[in-house]
Structure formats: structure tokens, C-alpha cells
């Protein structure tokens, strides 16, 4: 008899319960990595979409990879149906110690979460953005030479006044 | 017969005559209708032509454009300005001669409708504004523009292709039916399908890798120490190999899902382009006491694009 038991109860309804919908937008990616010079901070805006259907959906943001780089203000979105304007901004700051040419990885991944329904097995969807991040080294800037310019015209002005009040004096 | 000199003398009067009248006749009747009418029946004119347009326009700049994000299920409207330039004036320019593509290799081409002359610069350059709408499937990466335009005058086509984009990868999905069922299930039988899969999994982006499954195991909604293991279930995007050699599927874990692609396409034009399906089986039923099991205590599956 217990051979024959009906698994009645497993019934494996596998419920989507609502309208898994949304997407997620990057502008990096595997094979378009992100540039980013050592000891600088960059905000990469990733793009949550809800375009298809009128179901708003709740999307769960994980940060599974460069932890050390890496981080996000909020892991919870609500994104309304027919939007496409929810921003995740995801911050990358590279340690100016970091080694140029270091290769570092991000990984986010934004999952659905679905409503507990009673009796049913939910299936949410949902999307990784991962992306390479390459440590480059830090650009001189026209503010980097300011100071050292500052400092060459003082010194100058000196010596000339120098130079004046000698000749003065003879 | 002999002729005297005066004879030949007229002789010589009638052949002059006959040989300068044809010549001075003109004249002679010139000079009559000058002198009754007062006026000349022609004279010397200087004639001038002043060709102008000669030289072909040029396009002078075409705006940056930022990256651009697809829109689930729908296109994006990207826009930009051209400014083209005539030595011979902006009069010059075929303010209806200004088009422009988007293209990248292995991609269907965007074009625009004709660019909208918005305004003249100076008295050279007139400044168009441009919109091409992208795609939710398009082809993410670096996108070429290319920007034509011809004069009046000159009329030959002038070409720029300075100016790229880039168009962002959009990983997006609309998953259906929204309920799977399978049969009533015995302990120990085999080869047990879903009875209303497939899942088919529309692809809104423009993603186009492979799927991935998180499954996780079911609990027993009144023991839930009892469980079915995740790794009792297989899936295939094939259903006549689902349960033989489907990809086993692991709780808790991202499982790339063998042979599945997310097939970036044009869900309007049918025939499979956007989709992809998955069936499920459970190879073997496995001993365990009757309850209903669920995902209710677990957590969801997700369908992943990784």
C-alpha cells in the first residue's frame, strides 16, 4: 500500500503565481568591461524595466561577486508595471593602492520575489549584470599640475625681487 | 568685235556689282531700317553665366551619443543633430537629402526617416535633428552612424561616418503558463512529465546566452522535514529527451540548463524567434510519505539569465 501511495499532495503545481516580468538594463557587460582608473569612485546606474503587462513587481538585488569593489545602497525595488526608469546604482571604488591592470569582477543578480500562494509552487524569473572591471592607471588631470606650476612662479617672482632690491642696494 | 574703253570699263562696274552687292546688301537694307525705324537689328552682346552650387556640402558634425538602453518589449527612440555645410550657401544644401543608419555587423540596419531641418547656423550650415528607433532585440555593442546628405547644385552624396554608440545589453523575460502541473504520482514511477509545460520563455531583451534554472527543494507543506530533492527533477528545452537526458537540476544553485538559448528575436514575427521552452521530468518518484510539497516553505524557482 505505501508502495502505492499517491503522492497526491506533491500535485507539483509549479504557479507563477503573477506575471514574471522585468529586465535589467547595463551598460557593462561580459566582453565590454568597465575602465576604471585606481583610487576613483564610479556609480553605474543599472536599469530596472517592468514594460510588459500590468503586474508591478519586487525585484531582489544581490551582490554576489567583487564584494571588495562593490556595493549597493538598497536591495529591494519595486518596479511599477509600464515603467522603465527604476535605477540601481551600483558603486565601484578602486583602492588607489590597487595594482594597474588587476582585473576585478562584479557580479549583481536581481530576482523576482513572488507572493506565498497558498498551495502552489512559485517560478520567479530573474537576471545577473556581470561585468569585468579593469584597474587602469590615474590620469593627470590640469588640477594635478597646478601646484607644481604655483610653486615654479613663486620661486620665480622671488628671485626676481631678489635680483631688484640687489641691484638697489649697489 | 572689238571693245572700247569705256565698254570695258562698264563690264568692269558689273562684275564688281555682282560680286560686293550680296556682301553690302545687308548692310545697305541694315542701314535703311536703321535709318527709318531707329533701330539696330543686332549688336554685340557680353554674355555672363554665373554658376553657383558647384561645390558639394559637407557634414560638418554629428552629436555624441550616450549609451542607449533597450526598452523591454518595445524600441527606443535615439536622437542626434547633423550639421551640414555648403561653401555655396545653406540655400544650397537639399534640405530633404538628409538620412541617416545605425549599423553593426551581423545586425539588421536601423534607418530614420528624413532628418528634420531645424534650423540655418549662419549663412553656410543648417543644423537637422535625426531619430532612429532601436529595438528590443537589436544587437548589443558599438553601433556605427552613418549620416548622408547632397546638395542642390552639386548634387553628389556626401557621406559621415565619424560617430558610434553603444546600445546596452537588456537581459529581460516574460515566462508562461503561469501554472505547471504534473499527474498524480506514485512512488516509484518513471519518467513522470509535467502534464502543461512547456515554460516558454519570452525574450524581451536583447540577451542571447543560455538559461539557467534555480530549483529548490520541496518541502512537505505538513512534515517538512520530508522533502523531494531538487535533484529528482530534470529539464530540456527537448521534450522527447526531457527525462532521459535532461539536465539534473541542483537546489539552490544556478544550473545552466543543456542546449537552451535565449534566442534574441522579434516576438511579433512567430516561429519561434524570442523563445525558448522548457519541459520537466521526474525521471524517478521518489519514497516518500503523501503530503503535499511545495515551494511554499523553500522559496521559488527562478528562471535565470545568467
Known amino acids: 500500500m505505501n508502495r502505492n501511495i499517491i503522492i497526491s499532495g506533491i500535485a507539483l503545481i509549479l504557479l507563477i503565481g503573477f506575471v514574471s516580468a522585468f529586465g535589467v538594463s547595463s551598460p557593462y557587460w561580459d566582453g565590454n568591461p568597465l575602465f576604471i582608473e585606481r583610487g576613483t569612485t564610479k556609480i553605474v546606474e543599472i536599469n530596472l524595466q517592468n514594460m510588459v503587462g500590468n503586474e508591478d513587481v519586487k525585484v531582489k538585488a544581490d551582490l554576489v561577486e567583487g564584494l571588495d569593489i562593490a556595493s549597493l545602497s538598497n536591495n529591494v525595488y519595486d518596479v511599477r508595471a509600464q515603467t522603465s526608469n527604476v535605477i540601481v546604482p551600483l558603486k565601484i571604488s578602486i583602492p588607489a593602492k590597487a595594482n594597474v591592470g588587476d582585473v576585478k569582477r562584479v557580479k549583481v543578480d536581481f530576482r523576482t520575489i513572488g507572493p506565498n500562494n497558498e498551495g502552489m509552487i512559485s517560478m520567479g524569473t530573474g537576471m545577473s549584470v556581470a561585468f569585468d572591471v579593469n584597474i587602469t ?13 604655483a610653486i615654479v612662479l613663486v620661486i620665480t617672482l622671488l628671485i626676481v625681487i631678489f635680483v631688484i632690491v640687489s641691484r638697489k642696494k649697489r | 568685235m572689238r571693245l572700247n574703253k569705256f565698254q570695258y570699263f562698264f563690264g568692269f562696274l558689273v562684275l564688281a556689282s555682282m560680286l ?7 548692310g545697305i537694307v541694315e542701314f535703311l531700317q536703321k535709318t527709318i525705324t531707329g533701330r539696330a537689328t543686332s549688336q554685340f552682346t557680353n554674355v555672363s553665366l554665373n554658376v553657383v552650387g558647384a561645390n558639394p556640402a559637407q557634414i560638418i558634425y554629428v552629436s555624441p551619443i550616450s549609451a542607449v538602453n533597450p526598452t523591454e518589449l518595445g524600441y527606443t527612440n535615439v536622437s542626434f543633430e547633423v550639421r551640414v555645410y555648403d561653401p555655396d550657401g545653406a540655400s544650397d544644401i537639399n534640405i530633404s537629402s538628409v538620412y541617416a543608419n545605425f549599423s553593426k555587423s551581423g545586425e ?20 537637422f535633428s535625426c531619430l532612429i528607433q532601436m529595438w528590443y532585440w537589436d544587437g548589443s555593442g558599438v553601433w556605427n552612424v552613418n549620416v548622408q546628405a547632397s546638395d542642390i547644385g552639386n548634387k ?10 553603444t546600445y546596452n545589453l537588456l537581459k529581460a523575460m516574460v515566462i508562461s503558463p503561469n501554472a505547471l502541473t504534473w499527474p498524480s504520482l506514485y512512488t516509484g514511477s518513471t519518467d513522470e512529465k509535467s502534464n502543461n509545460d512547456p515554460t516558454i520563455i519570452n525574450n524581451t531583451g536583447n540577451y542571447n546566452g543560455t538559461i539557467n534554472l534555480i530549483a529548490i527543494d520541496l518541502l512537505g507543506e505538513t512534515t517538512p522535514s520530508s522533502m523531494i530533492p531538487a535533484n529528482n527533477f530534470t529539464t530540456s528545452n527537448n521534450d522527447g529527451t526531457v527525462c532521459s537526458s535532461g539536465t539534473v537540476l541542483v537546489n539552490g544553485t ?53
Open chain 2, 108 to 127: 539588421t540596419t536601423r534607418l530614420s526617416q528624413m532628418c528634420a531641418k531645424d534650423s540655418d547656423l549662419n549663412d553656410y550650415t543648417s543644423n
Open chain 2, 156 to 165: 553628389s552624396i556626401v557621406y559621415n561616418t565619424t560617430t558610434n554608440f
Open chain 2, 20 to 26: 560686293i552687292l550680296p556682301f553690302a546688301s545687308a
Open chain 1, 137 to 149: 592607471e590615474k590620469q593627470k588631470g590640469a588640477s594635478d599640475y597646478i601646484i607644481p606650476i
Open chain 2, 254 to 306: 544556478s544550473t545552466p540548463i543543456s542546449g537552451t538559448v535565449a534566442n534574441r528575436g522579434n516576438l511579433s514575427a512567430g516561429g519561434g524567434a524570442g523563445q525558448e521552452n522548457l519541459y520537466y521530468c521526474i525521471p524517478l518518484v521518489p519514497n516518500v510519505p503523501s503530503q503535499t510539497y511545495s515551494t511554499q516553505l523553500g522559496g521559488s524557482w527562478t528562471v535565470l539569465y545568467p
